[in-house]
């Protein structure tokens, strides 16, 4: 059974900084690309970060561009999204996903595996 488990969320003041990680078992997702999406109260689900299998390549929403840093460690099968300068507009809940392929995209729907989420809020 494959599962993927975020961790690190949490609360922090504007300009802070936390570090999600997400930890895959079940299979081996070094070949396979992931990524990192948040949905806040009332809205849809929305891209944050993705990384593909292999490269890697990165793509990063525009809202976050030069402050969060999506990586992976092959060797421990996890992800990892670094995240500096929070700002309010960040807070959200934050998932990981995987992909059956090393692809990666932007779209939650081409997405396979999902984590539960872990909650990220960001005081003013």
């Known amino acids: 059974q494959v599962q993927l488990v975020e961790s690190g969320g949490g609360l922090v003041q504007a300009g802070g900084s936390l570090r999600l990680s997400c930890a895959a078992s079940g299979r081996t997702f070094s070949g396979n690309a992931m990524g990192w999406f948040r949905q806040a109260p009332g809205k849809e689900r929305e891209f944050v970060a993705v990384?593909?299998?292999?490269?890697?390549?990165?793509y990063y929403a525009d809202s976050v561009k030069g402050r969060f840093t999506i990586s992976r460690d092959y060797a421990k099968n996890t992800v990892y999204l670094e995240m500096d300068s929070l700002k309010p507009e960040d807070t959200a809940v934050y998932y990981c996903?995987?992909?059956?392929?090393?692809?990666?995209?932007?779209?939650?729907?081409?997405?396979?595996?999902w984590g539960q989420g872990t909650q990220v809020t960001v005081s003013s």
């Open positions: 990384i593909s299998g292999s490269g890697p390549t990165t």
């Open positions: 996903a995987g992909r059956r392929t090393v692809t990666a995209r932007r779209a939650p729907n081409e997405y396979d595996y």
